[in-house]
Every structure is written in C-alpha cells, then in structure tokens.
C-alpha cells in the first residue's frame, strides 16, 4: 500500500480502552525525511498515537506501515524506530556509554561497531566529555541530549520525540529546539514529534498535525495552518495571543458579503471563501498581528475602539481594545504603543480573516 | 500587591528599620516549658522500656547464688560469661544438652533460602505486576494483599495436610515454602509499589532499545531496587527468625529454629530454674534481629522513603 517515499503510513488506525474510545480511525502518512509534528492539547491522543507508532500500545484496529513493512504486530525493536521520552528514561544505574550501547548490546552488536556508532552519536551531540557519568550528574538539557543520542546509535530510520523538552526551562528549551532542527537538517530522517507547544510546532515542522479528540483536524504545513485553519479550534489554539474571535452574521449586500455584528459592518470583497456560503450566523476570526494601528485610511475595512490595558512586551505590545462590545487584541510594534485610555483607530485587511460556522467551527 | 499599597507601608517600615526595633537576623529559639516536659516524657518511657533489658543482661552475668539473693537490679558482684557459654553450648532441652548453637544452625538453614527465594519471587511478582499487566493482574494483586490479612493459624490445618501429602510436612523444604508463602502478600506489596513509582518512560524505553522481560528486569530494574531489597530483607530476616508457630509445626524435630529451643530450655521443668542461663539464651536468640535494626536501620527508613523520592 505504501508507495515511494512513504516512510511512516498509518491506515486506519483505532485505538480504545475499554468503552473509551482514544484515536478513531486514523490516517496519516509521512513522507521520508519529512519532520511532522502532532499537536494538540492534553488528551487529545498525539501521545498514544506516537506510541502506537512504536509499538509499546496495541491497537484496536488499523495497520502501521514503516518504510513499506507493516509492523501492526511487530515488537517495538522491530520496527526501525527510536524514541525520546519527555523525562529522558535514562537508566540511572548506567553511564552515559552504558545507556548509548544498551539496545546494541541487546541486539548483539560486535564490540567495535557498538564503539564506532557511540564515538559518532557523541560528536554528533557533543557529549564525548560526559560519556563516562551517571545521568544522577548530568543538566537536564544533557540528559536530553544522551536520550536522542540513544536514539541516535540505534540507526534508526525513524525518530520518535514524545514532548522532549517539556521538562527543560524555557531558554535551554530553545536552544535544543534549534539542535534538534539542526539534527534533522544533518540526518534527513523522518521524524515525528509530539508537543503541546505551538512554538516548538511552528518552528521545527513540516507539516503539522493538529489533534483534538483522537482525530487530526489539520494536516498541512505551519504556515497554511497559522493562516488558513481549518476549523475555530485549529484556528485557537494556534497563535499567541489568541485570535480574536467575533459572533456575529454573514449578510449578502449586493453581490458582496459582510459580517455584521452590533453595529459594525465589516465587508469581505477580499476574503476568499471556501466554497459560496449561506447567510446566517458566523464567527469571524482575526489574528492580533494582522491588524494595524493609527492607520487611518487605505484599509478595506476601519474603526475606532476603546483601549482597555496595554500589555507592552518588550520587542512589541499587546493592547486590548473595546471593538463594540467585543473584546479585541492588536499586536503592535513598541514605538506605537498608546496610552491607557486612548481611542484609537485600528484597520485590517478581510482577506487575513478566517470566517467560521457558528455551528460547526468550520472554515467558511 | 498594587503600587498604591506599596508606598503605604514603606514608610513604617523604614521608621522601624531606623529606630532598630524591627525585627532582625534570625529568630530566636526559644525553649518552652512544654518542650522540656515533653522530653522529660521521652526519657523516662525510654528508660522504663529498657529496664528489662537491663534486668536480663546483669542477670545474665550473675551466677546463681547471687540471683537468690534477690537484688534484682543489683550490678553483677562477681560478673561471669558463664552462664553464656551454658546457653549456647550445654542448656538441656529434655535430654539433649546441647544448648541454642543447633538452633541457632537451623535459624540460619531455615532464614537464609526462605529471605532469598521469597524477595527473588516478591521483586518478579511486583515489577510483572507493574510493567506487564495482563488481564486479571489487579484482581490477582486484590487477592495477594488479601492475603496479608489471613491469620495464620486458620490455614495452618489444611497446610500440613497438603505439606504432607507431598511428603515436605516436618521437613526443611517445607518450613522454606511456608515462609516464602507467607512472605508473598506483604514482600509484592512492597516491590510493586516500589516499581509502580518508577516512570513508565524507562520501561519504554528499555522495550525500545528491544530488551525482553527478563533483560528489563535483571539489567535496569534490579539495580534500581537496592533499597526496596534491603527493605525485604530486614522484613523478612527479622519475620522468618522471630517466627515460632511456623518452626514448631512445620520444620520437625531436627530443624526446630532458635526460637522453639529457646522455649525449650526456658520451659524445662526438671532440675533448677537457671535464671541467667535463660536470660542469656534469651539474648542470643535476639541477637540477629537487634543487630539487623541496628546496622540497617538507616537503609530501613530510605527504602520506606524511596517511594516518594524520583529518580
């Protein structure tokens, strides 16, 4: 089934305890090479489904296929994969050497083999100082890093990253992010990484997958998925600060649309529709970075709001505005930043908008 | 905290700060009158509870003149290691003058295979538990802890019937099954908690790297369990050696423990009562377990505090 190129392929794929039903009929393939992230909040399956992947849950229903071989009923040793843990799993009682060799020493490896593959992983990382510790004596950013590298030894053809930074503080989080981008860009594996963190998601994927509920609602690259979400929850959970969200109605003046709420009008001539869409109750989405500040004229679309706080961040500021009776954030560059209780006038262009069913969610 | 209440106290602060009432270093200690007495408390039940310890060792080296003098608390007038050698080598059980040390032998013969088969079978019971459940493990878990609130004496009967059916009843592999048996509940317990508290990550991980049942468990668990293991022990070796019920019924006349001589010689009827014989057979036969508390009691506390502790 697989075809060329394919180097994960997932077919259906079910997954339930008992009565409580965890994936529902899952598909995803992932090319060779390619780095997918899953991504979602807590619960939503992106963890169970890596570990399906591997091997270490059985499934109720569907096949795995890993480089063309199916391995629905393989071992996880078996199915060409390695994996880093969230808390490294690193076996306390072993150095870092002992922790590297372990699964070749379990396959049996000659001696020389297990130490040329150790000799590169550690370069690789640059863990050759540290290969004769205890983990007990290792930073939390070495740890991880023996973990990919035992990960790294195992020749694998597939890298699996169950939220592996999770555990490490923000500025070590990013300084591995970059690493571990910089490992793919040097192995070329296929690599598919699970985090709840929409930076590390945005920064380091090709291609997203964005899971609630055991089902992935989107599966497309960072950028189409930032901008072009598929559903109300994609479209929130992605993005800090949130987009703003409006319910209003979808309204036909003419031959153009508008979104009404209150007594706004905002017109869509720019906006391009998913397929032509019916009045009626909708939301309208828009990120606080697409919207301009002071702008006065030259935007489809105008008005003036209240300001409520001033979050100012450093490189930029987050103000909360009173569009209506609507709360509504704009991110603005620090030199604008406006005074408490300024009336401002923002502008933004329909066609950066994202148009959802007010029943569904789904994109309009 | 807004900046409005900030700039409100300052001030005060400040006006302390300078005049040097306000408080500064360390606070003091202080010692209350409830604290004194509370020691006080402490001291005199922990002596209460060592006079019979104290009574039994000067006894134990007094001879037997003296003791009928009746100064029970007296310090030894004439002090004599006699009475120890007695015990351990000549004290009569019947007519065997043999003393403990035969107890003492078969202690060792009984404690020794019973500690090690029931930790080896415990520790795999408690991490297949953990790491490998299979359908109708927390049901056969529910029924070993179950276990642990049997009494003893209700299945004693139907053991020596089915012991004997198979030959083992009175014998020395008999009285080692029974301890393992008995071990079980309370020694699984502790492991699969133990092993419960371990992340499961390491156990994928191992399963990963394509180690086995037995290479997880022999390779990356085992070197884990040193403190719950030094737990069982101590459990065990102090549970197997004090044991009496279980020694007089179920090792035969040959392979009595220390603990049913010592009844023997204390309980001997003929002759005269030699009081500090008894004490000192008495001592002996407490010695093993004391020493265990006192060598590993740190090891104790840490192997009942691992579980908390991650790694």
Known sequence: MAQNGTSVSIQDLSLS?????????????????????????????????LNCIAGLLDISEGRIFIKGKNVTWEEPKDRGIGMVFQSYALYPQMTVERNLSFGLR???LPKEEIDKRIARAAEILQIEPLLQ?????????????VAIGRALVRDVDVFLFDEPLSNLDAKLRAELRVEIKLLHRKLQNTMIYV??????????????????????????APQTIYNRPV?????????SPAMNFIDGRLEKVGSDWQFAFEDVRIPLATYAFEKEPTPGP????????????????????????????????????????????????VRVTSERTPNNTDTVSIGFDPMRASLFDAQTGNRL | MTAGQITAIQPVQEAQ??????????????????????????VVAALFFLIPVYIMIVTSLKGMPEIRLGHLFNLPSEPTFQPWADAWLHACTGRDCNGLSPGFYNSVKITLPSVVISIICASINGYALTFWPYKGANLLFGLLVFGAFVPYQVVIYPLIIGLSSVGLFA????????????????????FRNFYAAIPVELFKAARVDGAGFWRIFLHIMLPMSVPITVVAVILQVTGIWNDFLFGIVFAGRPNWPMTVQLNNIVNTTTGVREYNVNMAATILTAAVPLIIYFVSGRWFVRGIAAGAVKG
Not at chain 1, 231 to 239: I, K
Not at chain 1, 299 to 306: D, H, L, V, Y
Request: net charge positive; charged share 15%; proline share 6%.
């Open chain 1, 17 to 49: 305890f008992g009565a409580i039903s965890v994936l529902h009929t899952l598909n995803l393939d992932v090319a060779e090479g390619e780095f997918i992230v899953l991504l979602g909040p807590s619960g939503c399956g992106k963890s169970t489904l």
């Open chain 1, 282 to 329: 909708a939301v309208f989405g828009m990120r606080p970075e697409h919207v301009a500040f002071n702008s006065g004229a030259g935007w489809p679309f105008t008005a003036t709001a209240n300001v409520e706080v001033v979050e100012p961040m450093g490189s930029d500021t987050l103000v909360w505005l009173k569009l209506g009776k609507q709360n509504f954030t």
């Open chain 1, 133 to 145: 510790r205890k983990p007990s004596a290792l930073s939390g950013g070495q740890r991880q890093r």
């Open chain 1, 195 to 220: 985090t709840h963190d929409q930076i590390e998601a945005m920064t380091l994927a090709d291609r997203i997958a964005v899971m609630k509920g055991g089902v992935i609602q989107q599966l497309d």
């Open chain 2, 17 to 42: 700060d300078q005049a040097g009432v306000g408080p500064i270093g360390p606070k003091p200690r202080r010692i209350s009158a409830g604290r004194i007495g509370l020691y006080a408390f402490l």
């Open chain 1, 106 to 108: 379990v396959a049996g």
């Open chain 2, 171 to 190: 014998s020395l592999p008999g009285i080692i099954i029974v301890h393992t048996i008995f071990g079980m509940p309370i020694l699984t317990l502790l």
């Open chain 1, 231 to 239: 559903n109300r929850f994609v479209a929130g959970f992605l993005g």
